[in-house]
């Protein structure tokens, strides 16, 4: 049987620094990549110069396989670990393979998320400064926005010649940490000098715009035209001021150059990593860089990456939003599961998952049931990944496997987490298989030219069982507004709890006939999509009552501690 993490005396961080790393320029041989393609950050990471990225463009596309989960309960999935051990055993099996991943964000990390490198013998690495500062993209993506922040206050200072209500300015300013203090305050105050006086605010780095445009972005040029076409305040009669109006777009596009560049490190079993980009998966699509993607998959015969929260956030973003805007075509989908997570949504307490349950197996498979079938609606063939624990019994794989079959699924298990890439060769097989002999014709799920309005419930009641969508009046102004002022072809990214199908987060399972909410519509015009908040979202979370900040240090022998 699996193992579980808590039988395991060593930490992930203990962990991944026992790994041997291979020198970068060793890594990007794997893929082709000369010395002339490599920028180095030392001898364990580089980025992937952008003209040597440029000149693979002609070259043709491997196998895309997407890793997204069932619904995620506080049991856990592993969606990252498998990402990562399904790229390793690929390679252990005679495959050219490589994974990409999202950068992880500092505000988690020192709040209760933890990191975003993987975990057991299934990590990226150098975990401690992936988890950290990185390629010092994330601060190039603040610089960026708080340049245009800038911008905006010094325009309304120096006679506001555009006419910007600043009562209506919508960029807010970011920061890469969570600070609740920011979310709310008042800027320009201390007299004239300083500006007008206005209400302001922070969001978290990862859910500024100019990432989202930053991970969708094919090249400088289009990267710079998003970033112009960003709308960032509006005038008295409504009229939307943009990014370019204030002709800040190019100076936003010098600072994000470098970072723009894909980042390349390794798994401790010397897979090649693409780590580049990671917004928000509520507000924004949540997949690592379109730029990486593409890169990876002119370099190897198999990509592996993942999309944020369950399937029916994470992987329809995926499909709807990602491939529509960048052509990629995914051929395979591996959705993750555990037996613990499976009888959580089965009505199993936390607290009791270790006792076996058969039943609450059998109940709870429906949720696995509804992401397998919603993303069979996008024409890509689903695997069921099974990250095993030494809790889970016979009895119970084999009810979800019996679940499983009435859609003639197969379910693999998976054992990466205690023993890295041998732990999922099974999977390996059985995606390498699908895509070869189960190849379906990939399709988005609505059409650009639907109406804004039928492409929300068409994703509500198509993939989250809803029985219609509802909203008030000043809701149904703002898609309305924004069908009739030439937004009407973007696709819509929901922004609902990513606990449950439903907008309630304590409805677990596969929910029918519920009603989704429309609260609030905002325009992300550079990133070129609307997102549909059906609910509270947190844009600048807070720091729990003991933040793991509390607990990170350097230790006696000058390493990192308590960083997960």
């Not at 693409?274 to 190897?300: D, E, M, Q, W, Y």
């Not at 650009?448 to 509500?460: E, N, S």
């Amino acid at each position: 049987m699996g193992s579980d993490q808590h039988q395991n005396p060593k930490s992930d961080i203990e962990i991944a620094r026992s790994a041997t790393l291979e020198n970068i320029t060793d890594i990007a041989d794997k893929l082709g990549i000369d010395g002339n393609g490599l920028l180095p950050h030392g001898h364990v990471k580089a980025k992937v110069d952008l003209d040597y990225v440029d000149s693979l463009k002609h070259v043709t596309y491997g196998n895309l396989i997407l890793v997204a989960g069932i619904t995620p309960t506080p049991a856990g999935e592993g969606k990252t670990t498998t990402t990562v051990g399904l790229g390793d055993a690929l390679n252990k099996t005679g495959r050219k393979a490589s994974v990409c991943l999202r950068e992880p964000s500092l505000g988690p990390c020192f709040g209760v998320k933890g990191g975003a490198a993987g975990g057991g013998y299934a990590q990226v690495v150098p975990m401690e400064e992936i988890n950290l500062h990185f390629t010092g993209d994330f601060h190039a993506i603040t610089s960026a926005h708080n340049l245009l922040s800038a911008m905006i206050d010094n325009h309304i200072h120096w006679g506001n010649e555009l006419g910007i209500d600043a009562r209506r300015v919508t960029w807010k300013r970011v920061i890469d940490m969570n600070d609740r203090a920011l979310r709310s305050v008042a800027a320009g105050l201390g007299g004239y000098g300083n500006g007008f006086p206005r209400e302001d605010g922070f969001d978290i780095t990862v859910a500024s715009e100019v990432m989202a445009i930053f991970c969708l972005a094919d090249g400088l040029a289009d990267l710079q035209e998003r970033l112009g076409n960003i709308v960032v305040a509006y005038t008295r009669d409504k009229k939307p001021i943009h990014a370019r109006d204030l002709q800040a777009e190019g100076a936003m596009t010098v600072l994000l150059k470098n970072a723009l560049a894909p980042n390349l490190v390794q798994t401790m079993e010397g897979t090649p990593a693409f780590v580049h980009g990671g917004p928000f998966a509520n507000i924004a699509h949540g997949c690592n860089s379109v730029s990486a993607t593409k890169t990876a998959l002119r370099l190897s015969d198999y990509v592996v990456t993942e999309a944020g929260f369950g399937a029916d956030l994470g992987a329809e973003k995926f499909f709807d939003i990602k491939c529509r805007k960048s052509g990629l075509i995914p051929d395979a989908v591996v959705i993750v599961a555990t037996i613990r997570a499976v009888k959580m949504h089965g009505g199993v307490a936390k607290e009791d998952l270790k006792q076996e349950n058969v039943e609450a197996v059998r109940k709870g498979a429906e949720n696995v049931l509804r992401h397998v079938r919603n993303v069979k609606k996008f024409g890509v063939p689903p695997v069921v990944a099974l990250n095993q624990f030494s809790a889970d019994t016979e009895a119970e794989i084999e009810a979800l496997r019996e679940r499983l079959a009435d859609e003639d699924v197969e379910l693999v298990l998976s054992d990466h987490w205690a023993n890295g890439g041998a732990g999922a060769v099974d999977l390996a097989e059985t995606v390498a298989r699908t895509i070869d002999e189960r190849r379906g014709k990939f399709e988005v799920l609505y059409p650009d030219d639907m109406p804004l309005w039928d492409k929300v419930r068409t994703i509500a009641t198509e993939l989250y069982g809803a029985s219609d969508i509802s909203a008030d009046e000043k809701a149904r102004k703002q898609l309305a507004d924004l069908q009739a002022g030439g937004y009407g072809h973007y696709p819509v990214c929901i922004a609902k709890t990513p606990l449950s199908f439903s907008t309630d987060p304590e409805r677990k399972g596969a929910p029918e006939g519920h009603v989704v909410n429309i609260r609030e519509v905002r325009l992300s015009a550079g990133a070129e999509f609307l997102v549909i908040v059906c609910g509270e979202v947190m844009t600048m979370p807070g720091l729990p009552r003991v933040p793991a900040a509390a607990h990170i240090r350097i230790g006696e022998s000058g390493h990192i501690e308590g960083l997960s």
